[in-house]
């Protein structure tokens, strides 16, 4: 059984302008978990149809079988829509990663991690990341590159994915990524989603 996960927020996905034309994304590892949970909903839907139309049954036999029908449905769009956002998360992280890849010695590490933690403060400008991407040490310029990632700061990821031309595919996928499964994605996709994973309808004999 999937446990349940208490999920980091997805990050904001911001759309650079030095990707003209964002490839489709796709990711069928998420896409089976809306496709369970649509399969899920179908099966409830065939089992109360079926019950409706069974005769031998009475009403409170057939209440009795729909709270089981019910409570097995529930549990299973629990754990699939857990699943559904464990995917998602994983693969933002891995994406992000791609896009702005962290130092590999220790030292570099902390190095980079204190420079995003500096450069995500309320008092910095998008023009000292932007300074620091143009002018700054390797390390700098891609801390300064994630910190924009992580407040939105389109000119950041723009002026990085210049400096850093081959990061330019990578962070075209995130961006992809975010209109369709991220905080850039439309709302009514966002409404189909919880829509597809919310509680099935409970009929009563």
């Not at 209440?63 to 998360?89: C, H, M, P, W």
Request: glycine share 6%; aromatic share 8%; hydrophobic share 35%.
């Amino acid at each position: 059984m999937m446990k349940e996960l208490n999920m980091k927020p997805i990050l904001q996905q911001p759309k650079t302008k030095q990707i003209n034309k964002p490839m489709k994304y796709s990711n069928k590892e998420i896409d089976q978990y809306a496709e369970q949970a649509g399969e899920v909903k179908d099966g409830f839907q065939k089992a109360i149809e079926e019950l409706k139309a069974d005769k031998t049954l009475s009403p409170v036999g057939k209440n009795q079988i729909t709270d089981d029908l019910f409570n097995e449905a529930v549990e299973k769009l629990t754990e699939l829509r857990s699943g559904y956002n464990s995917a998602i998360q994983s693969e933002n992280d891995r994406l992000l990663s791609a896009a702005f890849p962290k130092p590999t010695s220790g030292s570099e590490q902390l190095m980079f991690d204190d420079f995003v933690f500096k450069l995500t403060g309320s008092d910095v400008t998008p023009e000292e990341r932007l300074s620091r991407i143009n002018q700054g040490s390797e390390i700098s310029a891609r801390a300064a590159a994630f910190a924009g990632q992580l407040k939105g700061d389109h000119k950041a990821v723009d002026a990085y994915a210049a400096k850093f031309p081959d990061k330019v595919e990578a962070i075209q996928e995130l961006v992809s990524f975010g209109e369709k499964y991220g905080s850039n994605r439309s709302a009514n996709t966002k409404l189909s989603e919880n829509m597809l994973f919310a509680r099935p309808t409970r009929p009563r004999f």
